[in-house]
């Protein structure tokens, strides 16, 4: 790891070094043109022949020039795509450059040519890109390049030996210093480098926590909202089933002591249809006191069938069970599962109520269980719209939701229901335009125990049609 992060430290300054070089050549060229060109100097005198033609100082200054822009528009378009040019070959760009300087002196003035000041340019680059001991090699080629100058006897300098070993020393104090210089920086870079990648870093853990702190108090207000409003209906379902149930229990006496008197057949029929829909209504109450009071958390044996069917006892009362069918095919010789029921219900339940929303008017929801590896599999089927791919992720996010008047809660539930009961998973198996299929799996110590059943195995396969 952290060799990984000193070589992106590297190419990182590497990158920034290679755009202060860019500039440096660019304005050393600039420099260079001016020199040639527009300050008063002796460059138009013969240089060299070229063919019949014969060049002068100038001409041929400006050539050189015009080689090193070529290769600094090359350098540069390089830097551009976020690379450095020849950066394998760092002592050929430095035999490049000394070859370069040399030749721009040799045609100007020799070892008097401002030029010469190039070479000190060139070492500060230099040890700024590279590693010492390439900057002292480039140094000896600087040198090797300077004393051609000197020996060359081009153009006649008087003391050219103290010139030469004057601009040797200072070279040579120029590479040492701007390699200690370049040193430091180097280190300074790094270390801020470093602290910059720490900074994004612990920024993205600060925000990563936000996001996850935001979540849970997400979460939390959903359960609370959800808990509140169970809460308010068992105390207005208590509230129904007290005013409402008093009146019934007392036409219910009434319809008994009339039974008890003589009537004729039709009477006597209809007294009994009276009574059977006092018991329907009472035992409605009863459903709906049962569900709305404080769920217990203890666990008990149940069989899963049971809890299914408490759970379709309920949903038979959501007005957007209208028209559609409930087909149950429940598997034979389940096990008894230690399980919190009144959860298990609120799970079920809360999958049949979006089963029903997904489907419309003649639409099928269907409820099959089967047992495997240890687990129970209880698979609630719809012939739906089924659930956009791109929604599928967040499904079960507190309030999320793509019904209209949908509080999206309701899978936010069951998976918090699942997560905090032991042996209870939630999924979504599949969903296509076609329908969606959810899974409840459920285990414990006797499922684990028990045989495979197969699902083929069908103890019913009713069809409800909702009224």
Known sequence: MKSNELAGDEYRFELAA????????????????????????????PAVKFGESVLTNQQVLNGILTLGAIYALIDTLWRLRGKVFLSQWPLFISLMEAVFIGLLCYFDYGLESPFRLYYFLSLLVCAIRYMPWITYSTFALHAV??????????????????????????????????????????????????????????????????????????????????????????????????????????????????????????????????????RRIQRTLRELVDFGRPTSTAESLCDVHTVILASLNIAKYYKRKKGKRIVTRFSEGFPKLRIVRDQLVQVFLNLILNAMDATDEGGTIEIATFLETGWIHVLIRDNGHGIAKEHQEMIFRPYFTTKETGTGLGLFVCKNIAEQMDGVRVQLVRSTSQGTTFAVLLTCENVKAHPDVSHTTLVSSEEIQAS
């Not at 755009?19 to 040639?36: C, E, K, N, P």
């Open 18 to 45: 290679e755009s202060i070089t860019v500039q440096i050549r660019w304005f050393g060229l600039a420099v260079g043109y001016v020199l040639v060109n527009f300050i008063g100097r002796d460059t138009a005198q």
């Open 145 to 278: 390049s300077f004393g051609t100058l000197a020996f060359s006897g081009r153009i006649e300098q008087p003391n050219h030996l103290s010139t030469l070993l004057l601009m040797l020393v200072i070279m040579g104090w120029v590479t040492w210093a701007s390699t200690a210089l370049a040193g430091l920086v180097k280190a300074a870079s790094r270390g801020l480098l470093r602290l910059n990648d720490q900074l994004q870093q612990n920024q993205e853990l600060l925000e990563q926590r936000i996001d996850k702190r935001t979540r849970e108090l997400q979460q939390s207000q959903a359960l609370l909202l959800q808990q509140e409003k169970q809460a308010a209906f068992g105390l207005l379902a208590a509230g129904i089933a007290h005013e409402v149930g008093n009146p019934l229990a007392a036409i219910s006496s009434l319809v008994q002591l009339l039974n008890r008197r003589d009537y004729d057949e039709y009477t006597r029929d209809r007294l009994q249809m009276v009574d059977d829909q006092l």
